[in-house]
Each structure stands twice: as structure tokens, then as C-alpha cells.
T-cell receptor, first 115, second 113 residues
Framework: DTGVSQDPRHKITKRGQNVTFRCDPI?????LYWYRQTLGQGPEFLTY????????KSRLLSDRFSAERPKGSFSTLEIQRTEQGDSAMYLC?????????????FGSGTQLSVL | GDSVTQMEGPVTLSEEAFLTINCTYT??????LFWYVQYPGEGLQLLLK?????DKGSNKGFEATYRKETTSFHLEKGSVQVSDSAVYFC????????????FGTGTRLKVLA
């Protein structure tokens, strides 16, 4: 069990640029979640996958955001035309469960700063 | 939609004091309820959970009871330690066509020696 891995740990970009983050869940975990966390707030749900299928997408996720999990293993989250309001910690979590989730395993996150 | 409301922090206590962090929820059906903890510089990790009404989750001296009649899941500990200083998040997993796992805003706890 190597844990949930996220890359990069930190990303600084200029407004208007595109960024892509990667998440490698724990091996054989079916469920994969993306959250966004700003300072002093809890994780805000963005989207989740069951294997390669994206089952739920938050209204927070504008059309500038897109997430994929092409082979049901790693996932990418892309933000196009970044804005300063996108600055946040982006968290990935995974779970082996197919139905109700007993526990989420979180990665350390990718801290995005948009200048 | 489903939501979780936590008491605002920060909560500052002396070592060995009694801790309560309030959490209430709104959900359709029968959600599972969780407390997660985030220690300084670390990622979120599960502290305890309860999956049905009247269940009590417990871990590391912390307890929380799933109260359906008051839609609450308050976190308690009888005697806090400095090492309990962290941010605590209440969370629920509900089902309305798909499963959705959502978190409260978090409550920062600071324990003084």
C-alpha cells in the first residue's frame, strides 16, 4: 500500500494558463474523488469516478474544469484558462468500495497558486 | 441537497479538558457519518464512523453517536491532549441516485499544555 499519490505538490501559474494535475490512487481502488480545499474551509466535492466512469460532477465544476480516468487507474484534473479564484489545494482520494464508502484515503494534495 | 454543518472554531482547551465539537447534517435517506482529522502538515485521515442510527463510532478516545432524531453526530473526548491539536471535519455519505461524500467546513482544535 503506497498510498494515494498526487503530482505535482505545488503549481504556480499565471492567470489564463492551463494546468493539469495527476492522481494515482491506491492500486485496485475502484472509487476516485477530486476535492478542492481553500484555507479555513473543508474539502469541496468536485467529481468522482467509479472505475473509468465519471458518476457525479459538482455544479462548482465549471466548463473550464475537466477530469478523466481513462483506464480506471490514474486520473487527471485539468483547469483551462485559470483564474485567481482557482487558487486552492486540490485533493484526490480513493476507496476500494463499490457501494457505500467505508473510508476515503487522501493524497497530500496539489497546491495551486494562480498569479 | 445534502449538507453538513459544524461549529465554528477555533476551539482552545487546556490539556485534560472535555471536548465537544458539534455536527449536524441534512440528508435524504440514511447517510453514513464520519469524522476525519487533519494534523498539521498531514493529509486528512479517518478518525471514526457510524453507518446507521444509534451506532457509536470510537477511536483514540474520541466518540460520536449517530442521532437520527436530532440529525447530529457530535464528536466528544473526555480528556484532550496537546497531540489532539488538529482540524476536525465532519462528513457524510448520502445516496440520491449516486453516492456523494461531502464534508463540513472543519473545526480547528488547539490544546494548551
Amino acid at each position: 500500500d503506497t498510498g494515494v499519490s498526487q503530482d505535482p505538490r505545488h503549481k504556480i501559474t499565471k492567470r489564463g494558463q492551463n494546468v493539469t494535475f495527476r492522481c494515482d490512487p491506491i492500486s485496485e481502488h475502484n472509487r476516485l474523488y477530486w476535492y478542492r480545499q481553500t484555507l479555513g474551509q473543508g474539502p469541496e466535492f468536485l467529481t468522482y469516478f467509479q472505475n473509468e466512469a465519471q458518476l457525479e460532477k459538482s455544479r462548482l465544476l465549471s466548463d473550464r474544469f475537466s477530469a478523466e480516468r481513462p483506464k480506471g487507474s490514474f486520473s487527471t484534473l485539468e483547469i483551462q484558462r485559470t483564474e485567481q479564484g482557482d487558487s486552492a489545494m486540490y485533493l484526490c482520494a480513493s476507496s476500494p468500495d463499490r457501494g457505500r464508502v467505508e473510508k476515503l484515503f487522501f493524497g497530500s494534495g496539489t497546491q495551486l497558486s494562480v498569479l | 441537497g445534502d449538507s453538513v454543518t459544524q461549529m465554528e472554531g477555533p476551539v482552545t482547551l487546556s490539556e485534560e479538558a472535555f471536548l465537544t465539537i458539534n455536527c449536524t447534517y441534512t440528508a435524504t435517506g440514511y447517510p453514513s457519518l464520519f469524522w476525519y482529522v487533519q494534523y498539521p502538515g498531514e493529509g486528512l485521515q479517518l478518525l471514526l464512523k457510524a453507518t446507521k442510527a444509534d451506532d457509536k463510532g470510537s477511536n483514540k478516545g474520541f466518540e460520536a453517536t449517530y442521532r437520527k432524531e436530532t440529525t447530529s453526530f457530535h464528536l466528544e473526548k473526555g480528556s484532550v491532549q496537546v497531540s489532539d491539536s488538529a482540524v476536525y471535519f465532519c462528513a457524510l455519505e448520502g445516496y440520491s441516485g449516486t453516492y456523494k461524500y461531502i464534508f463540513g467546513t472543519g473545526t480547528r482544535l488547539k490544546v494548551l499544555a
